[in-house]
């Protein structure tokens, strides 16, 4: 039977998680999908290796709401009547002791792992609901349901998200309209050179444990065909929050012990590499190159 998912929308699709999510949904399911990111550069590399036309790119920062105006009307024009599917997949993180953290930081995670994907879910919802049929996907954490120290506003921002879309399923329920969120455990992308504040580039700093990214979006891929409100995709994800659920004592202990000094490890070992501006830049056109401020090809 052909999926009723035909279009998307996918964010933060010129690296990790989003980049073989928007590779899958074109290669692999034919579909029609409109990508988003800051490089540019990065979304039409993508759009090359993949058959013609099934990429759209509209590149800008997702924090910026003039933009979310730009990206949403493109999107009306590109599938009238709106995306079959929006993927809520851009997002930050930040190693840092919270007291010490920068305002300027925590507001940038706020806005783009929060504001961003409500203000595009809001306007999503609108369209699907007229329509009677469509899914918002966020792309959560496992940082949704359990903590993790050094990394506490972005768990804060995912635990949000959990309980946006718990809300949200009840307030739909019967309009045919699906949201729901996937919660990786560590997957190879970026996000762990930009949380250590290193500069990310074609070969960026390997997360220790981290799952392989095109085995982890395959297996979220095929949850856009089921109903489930929280998806674990990857081999770790659900022990993880089992474990914290059924053993509380034991996951408390580890996670007060073994997790702080293996945060402070990576910590200080990056302390000594180049900084990158990318992540929390606000002077970052989309089209510049990330590594190297300039415009792409320059
Ligand atoms: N990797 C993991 O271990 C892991 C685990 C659980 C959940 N997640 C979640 O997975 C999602 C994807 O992360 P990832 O691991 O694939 O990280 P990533 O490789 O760093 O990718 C992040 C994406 O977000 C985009 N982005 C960042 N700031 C942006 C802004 N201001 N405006 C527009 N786009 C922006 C980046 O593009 P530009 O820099 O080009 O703008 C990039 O495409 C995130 O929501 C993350 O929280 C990741």
Known sequence: MR???????????????????ARQLVRDRGMSVLV???????????AAELPEGGLRIESGDLTDEAFRDRLWQRAMEEFPGGPDLLVNNAGIGHYAEFDQEDPAILRAIVELNIIAPMDLTRRALSAMKARGHGQVMFVSSVLGFVGLPYSSA???????????????????????V???????NRTESEFHAVALGQRPGDAPRRAPYAEPTDRVVRQMVRA??????????????????EASR???GPFDWFMRTWAPAHFR????RASGEPEISRPFAS???PQQDADTGRPPGT
């Not at 933060?12 to 980049?19: L, V």
């Not at 972005?154 to 045919?176: D, M, Q």
């Not at 490890?265 to 200080?268: I, L, Q, V």
């Open 3 to 21: 999926s009723s998912v035909r279009t998307a929308i996918v964010t933060g699709a010129s690296a990790g998680i989003g980049r073989e999510l």
């Open 36 to 46: 988003t990111a800051r490089r540019r550069d990065r979304l039409e590399s993508l």
């Open 154 to 176: 972005y768990a804060a921002s995912k635990h949000a998200i959990n309980g946006l879309v718990r809300s949200l399923r009840y307030e739909l329920a019967g309009s045919g």
């Open 178 to 184: 699906r949201v729901w969120a996937t919660c990786p």
């Open 224 to 241: 856009i065909d089921r109903r489930m409100a929280f998806h674990f995709p990857g081999t770790s994800a659900r022990w993880v929050v």
């Open 246 to 248: 059924l053993l509380p």
């Open 265 to 268: 490890s990576e910590m200080e």
């Open 283 to 285: 002077d970052l056109s």
